[in-house]
């Protein structure tokens, strides 16, 4: 597969999930995880340009895809205008869920030009905060997408 | 936690797929977007020998008009179902139902096959399959079989899938009228309950979701004349079984708060 557009080779075990094999195999660590189950999105990362939960996909399954986590998007520059808005926001406290709310709320950022608050909530409601009550993050998000700020 | 551990294949032919299900009998299992069987996994409340990913497989994708209605394969995820427009022209119950399962990430992974082919008695497309008088296509080593949706789903997580079958595709005919409506705590959550109504040639059909061991048609309130008859008589056609949070009676008393506003938008 090949991960932040470098092409990677291993032999690795068929129950491995994709965000293991990222952390343990690779040390990209900024995909975190939370409850292995799907449902609070810490894992999330793109698979062929689509998010997914990093523990609902064994890696094997990654074979042959691009994969691209946090490390990517912010090393290329793709996340800059998101990041700055959570750091002005104040869109984080303790961090964990940070990466996994990025990669979702770029999601919409490539999908749509404007959003209301509602669509944005919809969007982000696979991922779990448990600092922040959510309202800054959807500041946040507002902000990038609608140019509120 | 982590999965147990199994063996894993990605056969590249349906003879392939049949072959490796007929050799490891009960202990393989069938892979596709692994929404609901990847967690299941991780929670070791499965722990099969060999998971077959059926991915690979030619047949099983795309979303095809038919002279009535849409054939659409197992393996169309439910962002496609979604997105797809020929979906919201021939089958818009699907597309106002698609969004409301589960989250972004996992509407990207998960199927519609993987969904009928669980039976979860909480998920959108069975109710809808049921509502939209599916057919579902099956494929099988000796060839295809065809079963209408309501013959299908048997019970908690039983259908009439035979050990070896794989489910390939769900023909649905068009519907006059479609609405599709579910309360759920949290958007994405499993649904309290849902609706899944359509109108055929003046006739109604109104399938519940959340209310039962498989998708229930209301057969007295699809068949009443007024709403008020119709919710009268919903208490005859559901016995919603109490959940954790909510009664049984609540239950009803939800179903018939969605019979409502499927009603007056039928």
Redesign the interface.
């Known amino acids: 597969m090949t991960v932040n557009g470098s092409p990677v080779r291993r032999r690795i ?3 491995q ?1 994709l965000v ?1 094999f990222l952390r343990e195999e690779l040390g990209l660590t900024g995909s975190h995880i939370g409850c ?3 449902v609070c ?1 810490a894992c ?1 990362v793109r698979v062929d340009g ?4 990093g ?4 890696a ?2 990654a074979n042959g895809c691009k994969v691209d986590t946090i490390e990517g998007l912010s090393d290329s520059g793709e996340l800059e205008a998101l990041q700055k808005a959570f750091h002005e926001r104040n869109a984080l406290q303790c961090g964990f869920c940070t990466p996994g709310m990025l990669m ?1 709320a770029q ?1 919409l950022v490539l999908q749509k030009a404007r959003c209301s608050r509602e669509e944005i ?3 982000i ?3 779990y905060c448990r600092c922040t009550g959510y309202q800054a993050i959807v500041d946040a998000i507002e902000q990038v997408l609608n140019g509120q700020g | ?8 294949a ?1 056969p590249g032919t349906l003879a392939e797929a049949f072959d490796l299900l007929e050799r490891h009998g009960e202990g393989a299992r069938i ?1 596709a977007g ?2 609901s069987l ?2 299941s ?3 070791r409340l499965s722990s099969p020998e060999l ?1 077959v ?1 059926i ?1 690979g497989l030619a047949g099983l994708s795309g979303i095809e008009s038919l002279p009535k209605g849409l054939r659409i394969g197992a393996l169309v995820t439910h ?1 496609q179902i979604e997105r797809s427009p020929e979906v919201k022209r021939h089958a818009p119950l699907l597309a106002q139902a698609a ?1 409301h399962i ?5 509407r ?2 998960g199927t519609l096959g993987g969904s009928l082919a669980l039976a979860d008695p909480a998920a959108e497309y069975p109710a809808c399959a049921v509502a939209l008088d599916a057919t579902l296509v099956i494929a099988g080593k000796k060839g295809e079989r065809r079963v209408k949706a309501g013959a299908f789903f048997k019970g908690l997580f039983e259908t009439d899938l035979r050990p070896g079958e794989i489910l390939a595709a769900a023909e649905f005919p068009p519907a006059d009228k479609a609405v599709f409506v579910e309360l759920a705590r ?3 959550d499993y649904a309290i309950i849902g609706l899944a109504g359509t109108q055929a040639a003046s006739r109604k059909r109104f399938v519940f979701l959340g209310a039962g061991a498989t998708p229930i048609l209301a057969v007295n309130a699809s068949k009443a004349s007024s709403l008020e008859e119709a919710r009268e008589v919903l208490g005859k056609d559901l016995d919603p079984p109490a959940d954790l949070y909510h009664s049984s009676a609540t239950k009803l008393h939800l179903a018939r708060v969605l019979l409502e506003r499927a009603w007056n938008k039928l």
């Open positions: 075990p068929a129950r999930h293991d292995e189950h799907g999105g999330t689509d998010i997914v939960r523990c609902l996909m064994l094997v399954q979702a999601d909530k919809r969007h409601s696979g991922n | 936690m982590k999965a147990p551990s199994f063996a894993y990605r892979l692994g929404q990847i967690p996994l991780n929670m998971l990913d991915t962002a969004p589960a989250h972004p990430a996992i990207n992974r949290r958007h994405g």
